[in-house]
């Protein structure tokens, strides 16, 4: 997923907010350059106004909405692609193999898979 990003943009600053239980998971991808941990039982409502905050300085360009989210419209993205709104629907709708969905939708963003 990150590798065709990396090659399509490759000064981009690319960054991944997750969950905790996915950051495992993402933390040795290679062509991340920062993965940020959204944890919204420990951080509370409170706790969410300095991660926003520290996200907005951030600055980012273009966000890549693979699950349905609100926290791209607090910081203030300019270009959202949404693979909800590509799709029509949720991915868990379909019944296709995740990772060949998140491929076409790059794809349809002009993105190939090397």
């Known amino acids: 997923m990150v590798k065709p990003l990396r ?33 919204r039982k420990v951080m509370g409502i409170f706790g969410r106004i300095p991660f926003i905050a520290s996200l907005i300085k951030e600055k980012f ?33 379909k019944k296709r193999h995740a990772a060949d969905i998140y491929l076409d939708f790059l794809r349809y963003h002009h993105i190939d898979n090397p």
């Open 61 to 93: 360009d273009l966000a890549i909405v693979f699950k349905s989210t609100l926290m791209h419209h607090f910081l203030g993205i300019p270009n959202v692609w949404s693979l909800n709104q590509y799709l029509g629907c949720r991915i868990s709708d």
């Open 7 to 39: 090659i399509k943009f490759p000064q981009a600053r690319i960054s991944f907010l997750t969950s905790p239980g996915a950051q495992n998971f993402v933390a040795n991808w290679r062509d991340l350059d920062r993965v940020f941990v959204f944890d």
